[in-house]
C-alpha cells in the first residue's frame, strides 16, 4: 500500500523525470519550429507593429520582414484561414489582425499553420511507434506536450511585437502542481 510520503516521493520522480524530457528535447534533440511557422510568427509579429487598427498588404509586411511576398501569401492565406488575420479586398482593403494582438497567442500562430501541437505521433493518436506497446513514457507525454503548448500559449503577440529596443520576452511562470 501506498503511504502519502510514497505518493509524494513518487510524483517528485516523475516530475524530475518530465524536467529532464522537457530539457532533452529541447537542448540535445535541438528541436525547431518550422520555417513557415517561424515566418508565421515573423509576419504577425509585423502585422501587429505595422498596422495597429489599421490596413496593411501582404507586400507591405514582405518588405518589413525581409520575406519574398509569395512566402508572406502563403502565410497570411493559412493566418487568415485560422481567423488570425481578416483580409478584405478592394479599395480600403488589405490586412489587419482579426482580434487584438493581446488575445493572440504564440500557440496560435504556430498552430495555424503546424496544426495542433503534438510532440510525438502518439499524442496525435495517428501515428504509428515501434516501441509503444513497451514504452514507460507514453503516459506522461499529454503533461509533457500540455506543458509545451502551455508555454507558447503564455507567449502574447503583444510580447513578440516588441522592437528589440523594448524589453524581452519574458517566459510564463511555471507552476507544479501539488497532489496529496
Known amino acids: 500500500m501506498l503511504t502519502t510520503r510514497n505518493k509524494r516521493e513518487s510524483l517528485d520522480s516523475v516530475a524530475r523525470m518530465l524536467k529532464w ?6 537542448s ?8 513557415l511557422a517561424d515566418y508565421a510568427v515573423v509576419t504577425m509579429s509585423a502585422a501587429a507593429r505595422h498596422c495597429g487598427g489599421g490596413r496593411t498588404s501582404a507586400a507591405e509586411l514582405a518588405s518589413e520582414t525581409g520575406l519574398p511576398v509569395p512566402t508572406v501569401q502563403k502565410v497570411v492565406s493559412k493566418l487568415s484561414a485560422a481567423g488570425l488575420l481578416r483580409s478584405t479586398r478592394g479599395a480600403g482593403g488589405g490586412l489587419q489582425l482579426a482580434r487584438p494582438a493581446a488575445a493572440i497567442s504564440l500557440a496560435d500562430i504556430v498552430e495555424a499553420v503546424e496544426g495542433p501541437i ?8 495517428g501515428g504509428e511507434c515501434a516501441v509503444e506497446r513497451n514504452c514507460a513514457v507514453k503516459p506522461h507525454w499529454p503533461l509533457v506536450n500540455s506543458a509545451l503548448r502551455g508555454a507558447l500559449a503564455g507567449i502574447s503577440l503583444v510580447q513578440l511585437a516588441r522592437t528589440p529596443t523594448d524589453e524581452p520576452v519574458q517566459a ?3 507552476h507544479e502542481q501539488e497532489v496529496a
Open 21 to 26: 524530457i522537457i530539457g532533452t528535447i529541447w
Open 28 to 35: 540535445e534533440l535541438a528541436m525547431r519550429l518550422s520555417n
Open 118 to 125: 503534438a510532440l510525438t505521433s502518439c499524442i496525435e493518436g
Open 172 to 174: 510564463p511562470v511555471a
